[in-house]
DNA sequence: CATTTCAGATACATAGCCGTATTGGGATAC
DNA sequence: GTATCCCAATACGGCTATGTATCTGAAATG
């Protein structure tokens, strides 16, 4: 439609060499695709669509992306590098857990703005790779590095507060990374059930309380339920083990 | 394709009434459809695709339901009041609060078994609801409901460790049940990473925890901090409240 | 400038899906 | 047993999406 877009985009400097047009075209097809995808689903998605917010016809799609598939993996791979990209700072320029915590609350709240549509993309994306058996590994490494940053900030955490953690970072990290993943769902289908510092409070009341148990281990009226006590294996994370009742 | 089959489906009985034809073909074809959606999600699933599965045509399909949409609705309706079912029997048939953690296992492990497509379906009908404006209150609606049972065998396992909660049971009953969530889609997607009594792992942990919160609640080097002291507002969630910085 | 190259537009052929209109055959009623 | 009813099958028309093949004009190259 308007091929000429390209250099009113561009501010000064020359009309736009081809390879910056390239790329310009691939971010605009993928952020329209990100877009379409929040609102409709990806297989709810068609390929005109897309190309039709982001301004251009098939023609440009197909000349850079092989199909659909492909541009859900590079959206996939762009998102992917965001997020641990946002982590990583966090957990860069925050000097003690309290830090961390204030960083994690006014992440959140800039967060809430776009929550429904953030986490509906995200929810496509994980359902798409769910569905294809190639994906899986991707986004299984992308949540175990999401886990290990946080399992890394309990434990600064704990020695902030110089209590030994109640059960191992790892779990623990996973407990509070799935928190934030489940706290979000219910915030974004009821709003008003919720808060929009609900995640922060939540672990905040979480890292008071492990470390409560910490320094109180053992309550005598609890003693005769089959108590975990620490989980040995340091792998593996789950704490318990029940004793069978069919022999 | 096969118009004889229902009387195979039945025993002995009848041939079959036509009502009951009628039902069991709406049953089928719902069933047909909550796999399919499980697989491919709900607009990457045809009408012709669930037919076929089903074994049907579509005539069939537009004689039972107006459209995709409208089958879409009876399955969400169908599948909440089961959810809403489970939970009632769950909490039902539990004298106490351990009896509950033993039920609430045992489910999850049956759970397990087929974790991946049950919480694939149950993602894309949130999704689905997400972008229905008129659904997205039934949603709530059952959300509430679960945290609303929750709550109450929270109340009852605080009462019968004799402790008073540390935060409003609502709330404590939004992060157990949010956990729940997040933990079955971590599970979903790295199942190595975590086990199969994780969920039940991590919420005795919790309770454990909060137990001991409860009766030992200020540890002296966390009163820097501003801590949260209870919230006063019963009907509000979230219990912390922090000093502006900006004037 | 003249020529080549290539990003993106246009045109086209095909396939799949949707919804309705009609038909057939087994249940129901008399 | 005959007539009626109605559930599901079949047939049809229209629409939309897909992918490729071809074309155009602006950048790169000399």
Redesign the pocket.
Known sequence: ????A??EAITIT?????????E???EQLLQAAAELFAEHGVSG?????I?ERA??????F???FE??HELVLALLEQRTQRELEEIQELSRDAGSFDDLMDHMRSWYRRRDETLGSWLALRTELWLYGLRDPKLLPVLADRERRSRAALAQALEQGFADRSVAPPAPVEFLALVVHSLGDGLSIQRVISPEDSDIDTVANAIELLMRSWSALARNPAPANEASRPSPGHPTDKSRMPPIEKPEKNP
Chains 1, 2 share one sequence.
Do not use: D, F, I
């Open positions: 439609m308007y091929p000429t390209h250099q020359r009309r736009l060499t081809r390879q910056q047009s390239r310009l075209t691939r998605t068609s390929v005109e669509q190309v301004g251009y016809t098939r023609g440009a197909y000349g850079n199909g659909k």
